[in-house]
């Protein structure tokens, strides 16, 4: 197994965000990356039950119940029995920095065999600017060995902040019910070389498997949306807040990559569950497509909240019609960024501490 | 050596051009993959010169004499004493596929060592749909082994037709001259192992050293400009013709892939020849790139050469107060589309054979 860098990478500027409703064995595989970090464990379910994470990680894990306590009637606003609960942990994280990993995924190696230290790239692709206005053919141009190619304006060189990084999955690729059940043994074996920048006016699938972003710069628009229990939607969170966010970057001229780091997922998820939970996304997403691709956000939405505030109202007019049920998910948007602000005050403020169930240490 | 396919791809419909001033013994290398094609050879600088071409090989070569011959007056509009003479090879061509490479181009090798077949590869990337609409994080969906990712609206999986396949260069990479004299050593040995979709609305530098395209979707658009002698600017003909290339085809709904293949770029040409030929394209990018990230084309542009027209009118209204050098050059454009469709009919019209000077058998 590799070994981690000798100082890891902000060590105490990032949290490492883990929905589960099982025991944690499989940090086992990533201790010697994990280890430094704190971690936030959202647990989801059955709160009476006991979560095992193993020795040595430092840690603290809400269930439903510290949910409730600490946020209240705003509790709404966070899905139950889905892993879109994860974003929980977003909104109690002091840090600047946020990874998320699906508890189903392991350390991938690359084609020469060694271990992925996958959070390391995605500290490295947060840390490098993105190129949003304008494409790089030899991709990430700030990558050893790369560079901007010939015809590449001098003026967009410097880029844009990174706001998110997004890691892709070795073995289980992530596909739709329909897709999973036409090829129920196809498996990502490839390894692409690269890091890219989505450019500006692009959208794209954000799967929250394996998944970097900086909070201060975009934090309050990962929201992941009602999903689960009561919803009459699943495994749309991701792709939701991938939406909303990528509208928000766009505005705020902030970037968004994808590519490297690979995690090794492990197992396919029931298709036939699966088809269950998605078969409304699967209509309402071509209705949502062209929401997000034609949303204009204004002047005066300078901040990721004001930019949020604006999408809830635009989602609430535009795709109210296509479902009630997206009147009822932009109040609950707008739910999410009254309690995102009361976790987060404003600098200078005085701060509440929001005491999980269970700590180590 | 890798063998040829045994039965050739789009043997009797794709056309290799090949712009040069030298012998072309860099054929040898690309026998097994080009020999069952044929080669359109536009021989640019001293018509009087003898260019060699290997044995075995079904060539027309074309000399400046032959371009002044055959378009008259309109031979204006082909560059002189710069590779942007190759459109004048797609103009006389009859098939409906390109592919250009420039002769310092040679087989690059993929990571198991193998020998690349870069024009089976364009091939495949112009026979299957581009996704300009929505970003696939797995990058080509029709590529074996991959497909659509979760969260991609199912409408758009047929995709939009293929008009231009973009490769890429191992070893020396395609930098401008202030990149190539600040880092005179860096060459590119990452092989990434993707084709993807430049999506809709994005701009790219389009190099023309290693480019297939569908000359009946997109031919028109494929002018490489006033470069070279007698012109304020050079090494920004295929900058140019990307720019247009890409606005059009957005215009139109088709596709630009970018990625696989590579080949093998042996030598980095001067930096400080190039510097002289591309100052004043370095400030004039800085202009050109909002002007094409502005423009737009009128409902009536239903054609690749209505979009050209309309595009060559917009350069002058708008680019002409940059320099007065796009002043001549949006007429040049026009005189392009002249005699386009002068050596390009519309079928069922009387041909006229534009008999090269040399022609192989």
Redesign the interface.
């Known amino acids: 197994m590799a070994a981690a860098p000798s100082t890891p990478l902000l060590k105490d500027e990032l949290d490492i965000v883990i929905p589960t409703i099982r025991n944690l064995d499989f940090l086992e595989m990533w201790r010697p990356f994990f280890q430094p970090y704190h971690l936030i464990i959202v647990q989801d379910g059955d709160p009476t039950k006991v979560i095992k994470v193993p020795e040595g990680f430092d840690y603290e894990l809400y269930n439903r119940n510290d949910v409730n306590r600490i946020l209240g009637p705003k509790a709404s606003c966070i899905s139950f029995k889905d892993s879109a609960c994860r974003c929980f942990g977003y909104m109690v994280s002091k840090k600047k920095y946020i990874y998320t990993i699906d508890d189903d995924c392991f350390v991938a190696k690359d ?1 020469s065999g060694k271990d992925i230290n996958a959070l390391e790239q995605h500290i490295k692709n947060l840390l490098s600017p993105s190129t949003p206005f ?6 990430d141009p700030y990558r050893e ?12 060189r410097e880029g844009a902040p990174t706001a998110v990084s ?1 890691g ?1 999955w070795l073995n289980i ?4 019910a ?2 999973q059940l036409v ?1 129920p043994l ?9 890091v890219l920048t ?10 929250g498997m394996n998944l970097a972003f900086d909070r201060e710069l975009i934090g309050p628009a990962m929201y992941f949306g009602l999903m689960g229990d009561g919803q009459p939607i699943g ?2 969170d ?2 939701w807040a ?1 939406w909303c966010t990528k509208v928000i970057t766009d505005h705020l001229s902030l970037g968004i990559k ?1 590519g490297l780091p690979y995690i090794w997922h492990s197992k396919a998820s029931n298709p036939f569950v699966n088809l269950k939970k ?1 078969y409304n996304g ?1 209509f309402w ?2 209705e949502l ?1 062209p929401f997000f691709q034609s949303v204009t956000l204004s002047k005066e939405a300078t901040t990721v909240q004001k930019c949020y505030l604006e999408l809830a109202k635009q989602v609430k007019a535009k795709l109210g019609k296509v479902d009630g049920y997206f009147n009822k998910l932009a109040d609950a948007m707008v739910t999410w960024i009254e309690a995102w602000d009361e976790l987060n005050p404003p600098k200078g403020a005085i701060t509440t501490t929001n005491s999980p169930a269970v700590k180590s240490k």
Chains 1, 2 share one sequence.
């Open positions: 084609p304008f494409f790089n053919t030899l991709y060995g790369a560079d901007f190619v010939r015809g590449y304006p001098f003026s967009l997004h892709l690729p992530d596909y739709d329909p897709t090829k196809e498996r990502n074996n490839r390894y692409v070389d690269a989505i450019p500006k006016g692009t959208l794209f699938p954000m799967c495994r749309y991701d792709m991938g994808t998605e699967i997403q071509e497509i």
